[in-house]
């Protein structure tokens, strides 16, 4: 089982929706844990950290957490189509990993005008 | 506050010649991270430096090797390149034993042809 897991996508919704990019990990002793959205062509941008269980809110984005489940997710509300872009998931492994981070592969979102 | 900067922005290099890539950590980072991130495949961990030290190496083969220097730049050289080397190289920056994310430069894109 890799890593870190999420589904490529692409995930299309039309604007003013609420976008909802899933993220499911295999080690239990994952700690900190990230989004990052990438534009075609340019370089990850953190945008969300969460390090417990529970929501993280910050404008429009909100961060969830559930270590029990292994999974995070990242709610987009009132998406616009800036807001097309792959979008990373992010975390720490134990141990020798705990302070870099694994990737996921990305979902690519697509936000329909 | 500068961001981390890295040089060169695109570079075409031929197969079997040596290439080296630059970084600058933001003011008050030590960790250097380098990632590479090949069509397809996600951001793969290449190496970790902080201190000058080699923290730790990702699953990539010794002709991919680096450096940090005093001043906490840091250098990634490719040896005997080959066409599958053909990536996104990024580099990141935080500081030292924090869990926090990181920051992205906004890579270098080598071609090998």
């Known amino acids: 089982q890799k890593e870190v897991e999420q589904n490529s996508g692409p995930l299309s919704v039309p604007e003013g929706a609420i976008a909802s990019l899933n993220c499911t990990y295999s080690?239990?002793?994952?700690?900190?844990f990230f989004w990052y959205r990438q534009y075609s062509g340019k370089s990850p941008e953190l945008i969300m950290s969460?390090?417990?269980?529970g929501d993280k809110e910050d404008g429009r984005f909100t961060a969830q957490l559930n270590k029990a489940s292994q999974y995070v997710s990242l709610l987009i509300r009132d998406s616009q189509p800036s807001d097309s872009a792959t979008y990373l998931c992010a975390l720490t492994l134990p141990g020798a990993g705990s302070y870099q981070l694994t990737f996921g592969k990305g979902t690519k979102l697509s936000v329909i005008p | 506050e500068a961001g981390v900067t890295q040089s060169p922005t695109h570079l075409i290099k031929t197969r079997g010649q040596q290439v080296t890539l630059r970084c600058s950590p933001i003011?008050?980072?030590?960790?250097v991270y380098w990632y590479q991130q090949a069509l397809g495949l996600g951001l793969q961990f290449l190496l970790w430096?902080?201190?000058?030290?080699?923290?730790n190496r990702g699953n990539f083969p010794p002709r991919f090797s680096g450096r940090q220097f005093p001043n906490y730049s840091s250098e990634l050289n490719v040896n005997a390149l080959e066409l599958e080397d053909s990536a996104l190289y990024l580099c990141a920056s935080k500081m030292f034993l924090t869990n926090y994310g990181y920051t992205f430069g906004s890579g270098t894109r080598l071609t090998v042809v």
């Open positions: 430096y902080d201190e000058g030290e080699e923290r």
């Open positions: 969460i390090y417990s269980n």
């Open positions: 003011s008050g980072h030590t960790s």
């Open positions: 080690d239990r002793g994952s700690q900190s």
